[in-house]
């Protein structure tokens, strides 16, 4: 059941894309994705009796940026959640690695993942990086595809949706592999205490 509750949190995304694939209008794909957020954390909370936390987050994100589109009826104001989300997350982990010198990565996954303080560190800078560039990278394709490369603005905006729904995410996954790999070629000492711990 609680396998079924995570695979809903997908669902919103994917109701988002099929619903512009099929009709071409953000503003109609929105209201599905607001209402689909709403409707999936509702089911999520019925069958496991709690709200992930990611799902709270996900939820959030969409009504402050999904009801003033559909309201205002300006396709341009959901392009914003992508970069605004990386830049509140690349702001977070800035805030926790130099304000209160506090990993964030150590404090969610230090318990399983024993790994030396300066590693964590690195990791830290490292996704604080990328969620800034993700964030500048959804602005150039949200806004400035028609500018920069002659793409008639429907095309850019179909463009900016596969983005939204497939590529953010590929992106973070790559990121996440390559951090990986770097961590196992240049500090294989570290991954080799993490086995041991294992």
């Not at 999936?40 to 709200?51: G, P």
């Not at 926790?96 to 996954?109: D, H, M, S, V």
């Not at 800078?125 to 990328?130: A, D, E, H």
């Not at 500018?147 to 729904?165: H, Q, R």
Request: aromatic share 16%.
């Amino acid at each position: 059941m609680k396998t079924f509750a995570k695979l809903l949190e997908l669902a919103p995304a994917v109701a988002f894309f099929v619903s512009y694939k099929l009709t071409s209008d953000l503003i109609m794909a929105t209201a599905v994705i607001v209402a689909s957020c709403l409707a999936a954390a509702l089911l999520q909370y019925i069958l496991t009796r709690e709200i992930s936390r990611m799902q709270i987050f996900v939820t959030a994100a969409v009504i402050l940026f999904g009801l003033p589109t559909v309201l205002l009826n300006d396709p341009e104001i959901i392009k914003w959640k992508v970069t605004c989300v990386n830049g509140i997350l690349a702001l977070a982990i800035g805030i926790c690695q130099y304000g209160f010198k506090k990993n964030p990565f150590a404090y969610l996954f230090g318990r399983e993942v024993p790994l030396p303080d300066f590693i964590w560190h690195k990791l830290g800078l490292w996704w604080m990086i990328f969620f800034v560039f993700a964030g500048m990278l959804n602005v150039v394709i949200a806004f400035y595809l028609p500018t920069f490369f002659g793409i008639d603005i429907k095309s850019a905006e179909a463009l900016w949706v596969d983005y939204k729904t497939f590529g953010n995410a590929i992106l973070n996954f790559i990121f996440a592999i390559g951090s990986i790999g770097y961590l196992m070629k240049k500090h294989p000492e570290a991954m080799a205490s993490l086995k041991k711990e294992q």
